[in-house]
């Protein structure tokens, strides 16, 4: 069925209104969007890590998740939903459970790049019918934009400060979609919110419904942390996508498919421009710098065109 | 000579007193509420030629001092509660492979994530036995900003001179409250740096202890080519499994804290000449019994204070001996009871102690104190 914008909209809401997280974030939207392509009779499991979703979403007496929720420790969440699912697919092979459950864990890039690695690679490596979803929002939000190592390079952070020796953080963004594809799991798919979420939903629909591990990376811009005006959301992350660099892709039984293709490819500094995060790269003495990443981008879309057969 | 005050934070006066004591290495993680003190020294750092890591979890970064500290660079590490567990096997390692380094953990309320933003001392007695084995180890508590600074100075001497790990316990309230604070100019402090081998390499044993029980330590990339190990080992570095070295080993290991007790242990005292009743406190809650003090003492009260300074190991002797001279210890704390415990042990059959406890996040009040003094007067 061909997606319908105003049909998925009308499916109840997971993630309520009214939870505390910041205008303009991307955590949000990427959250209710992938709970609404749950079918409706299904359930669903949520595991967070520590991060601003899980801090700013159940505030007692409140709660804005309408499904299962566990906070997990930190760095652990991937190993947390891997305990509720075995024991459900235990309980449900022994038919003492009725109903369908998903599992699906969120994490932050610091929940998921650095401290929860390991456990979310223990997760996938296992084979649990789960998600694996990370929201990233290129730094620790929640303790006050530190850097992760899903950091770009140079952006400025309170750990990797741009100033008069150093402009921003020295090292490239780690590839985790491409080293969850190394997992070699039945699913992968990396995106964020663009076109009315569709890219977003279908994969969601597509790693929820495959059987077996699956895991979406999901760009999700923080207006503190990136510096942008809060309605620009959905600009910044169009931006991301038409200068490729946050392609839309996925890998499905091991076959790299790429999902857009922009009809012209803009250049870097559209889409670093309107972020404060990067303003230190607009001095006149930083343009080599500018050069350096997009040539570092135009390398990796190469890299990826090539994966996909689309070279 | 012209002195400068400065308003500044628990977590700021920290990375100073840090950076003054020599600290050319930090390897950390963010966690509230600590962060502060990590980009502090990602931004001080660079300036006096020394190095910030950001690691990729807390394990990581205590792993990270280690090596750094195995170079020969005065090396910290700072966390917060759930941090702070996620450190503890390699605190262990830290104590048995002696390794100079400084954990600073600002408590924050727990078990787990807790209470983040919000103060608590429940770290007592994970400070002392959070890693497995018996260990040495030497906390320090600070409360005050200025206090802040001295004891990281502190920290570092003490670990540099017993290759012991020191952990600096601070809490939410101290990290993050502001003080208008004078530091000391860096002539009037004293630092001491490991002892370093004077033999040369084909002669070094590094762990072989001279008189005062400590081994001299080389620098990795010297010239010493040594092993280190979290396994038991001789003087060598190599594992042994003789039931004679591990014996020796864990013993002496204990030892260089107590032979040096009266080096390592530091405390005040307020008001204890003629006093019936002790408060004894420590870190954020010490500000609150000292103000309970004063209001008694304005009403007639004979109430004395005490504040462990060095709070592991405990200033046994010191509060034995204050024990036999009052009728009562009352022992305020956010946490359930935990040095409450140390103190229980120490007046058995000789003074009563009684408990001020708070574990919701907010601190204990001077009219709590005096509250429970006025009940047990």
Known sequence: MAYNLKQVMNKPERLTGGHRMCAGCGAPPVVRTILRALKPEDHAVCGAATGCLEVSTFLYPYTAWRESFIHSAFENVGATISGAEAAYTALKRKGKMDDTYKFIAFGGDGGTYDIGLQSLSGAMERGHDMVYVCYDNEAYMNTGIQRSSGTPKYADTTT???????PGKQQFKKDLTAVMAAHHIPYVAQTTLTSNFKD???????????????????????????????????AICKLAVDTCVWPLYEVEGGVWKLNYKPKKKLPVENYLEPQGRFKHLFNKENKHLLEELQKDIDMKWEDLLRRCNEA | MKRKHRLMQGNEACVEGAIAAGMKFYAGYPITPSTEIAEISAEKLPLVGGKFIQMEDEIAGMAAII?????????MTATSGPGFSLKQENIGYAAIAEIPCVIVNVQRGGPSTGLPTSPAQGDVM?????????????????????????????????????RVPVILLMDEVIGHMREKVELPDPSELTIIDRKRPTCSSEDYLPFMPEADLVPPMADFCTGYRYHVTGLIHDETGFPSNSYQVADQLIRRLMDKIEMHKEDIITWEEENTEDAEILLLAYGCTARAAKAAVKALRSKGVKVGFFRPIT???????????????????????????????????????????ERVNKINGEIIYPEEIIRKVEEVL
């Open chain 2, 126 to 162: 994970q400070a002392r036995w959070g890693t497995h084995g018996d260990h040495p180890i030497i906390a320090l508590t600070p409360s005050s900003v200025r206090e802040t600074f001295d004891l990281t100075v502190r920290a570092f001497n003490l670990t540099e001179k017993y």
């Open chain 2, 67 to 75: 090596g750094a500290s195995l170079t020969g660079l005065k090396s």
């Open chain 2, 311 to 353: 709070i592991w190991p405990f200033p046994e002797e010191r509060v034995r001996e204050l024990a036999e001279k009052v009728k009562t210890i009352v022992v305020p704390e956010m946490n359930l009871g935990q040095l409450v415990l140390e103190v229980e042990r120490l007046c058995n059959n000789v003074t009563k102690v």
């Open chain 1, 200 to 234: 977003l939903y279908e994969k969601a629909e597509k790693a929820i419904y495959t059987k077996g591990p699956a895991f979406m990376n999901v760009l999700a811009p923080c207006p503190r942390g990136w510096r942008y005006d809060t309605p620009d959301l959905m």
């Open chain 1, 160 to 166: 990797s400060p741009q100033g008069t020796v150093l």
